[in-house]
């Protein structure tokens, strides 16, 4: 387990197994490479981050996966593989299930939700992005894309 303490003053708790979770799942981040770029929302508040987002009523974590990549870039992903877990110790508890996903097919960005679209960038230029989500930038996302490279998948 790898604890740290992000950037609202909570601590979190990542793991790279599949539980058992002290908390259920109920948001999801999605990790995916290609062409040696990382996927990457402009979301509209937070600024640029992976996709991901909370379940939907009757939704598994895989499926939320595939929709809020979809939802938030227009890319379609397939082969989602189980990545890590953490735990927002914040005053109600909450965990994101994160994934790996491989590009199916990109899609011409149409949706407007919390999105204003997507951006592919190397490693070097997501920790040169000014504009990073909050969450982007805690020590739990620069060990997630270290573990990617070092036991992670082939893209």
């Known amino acids: 387990m790898y604890t740290f303490v992000d950037e609202n003053g909570f601590k979190v ?16 981040l999605v990790l995916v490479q290609h062409n040696g770029k990382w996927l990457c929302t402009i979301h509209k508040r937070r600024g640029v981050e ?6 939907e ?3 598994t974590l895989e499926q939320a996966a595939i929709r809020e990549v ?3 870039t227009s890319v379609k992903i397939g082969d989602l593989q189980w990545f890590a877990y953490y735990i927002v110790h914040d005053e109600k508890p909450f965990c994101k299930a994160v994934f ?9 960005f149409v949706g407007d939700y919390e999105t204003s679209g997507m951006t592919w960038l190397t490693e070097e230029e997501l920790w040169q992005q000014p504009n990073l989500s909050f969450y982007m930038r805690d020590a739990g996302m620069k060990k997630m894309l270290q573990e990617v490279k070092t036991h992670g998948r082939q893209w």
């Not at 708790?13 to 999801?28: A, T, Y």
């Not at 491989?102 to 899609?107: A, E, G, Q």
């Open 70 to 72: 979809y939802e938030e």
């Open 50 to 55: 992976v996709p991901g987002g909370k379940l």
């Open 57 to 59: 009523p009757a939704e």
């Open 100 to 108: 790996t996903g491989k590009v199916r097919s990109i899609d011409p």
């Open 13 to 28: 708790d990542l793991r790279f197994d599949e539980g058992p979770f002290d908390v259920e799942p109920k948001h999801v």
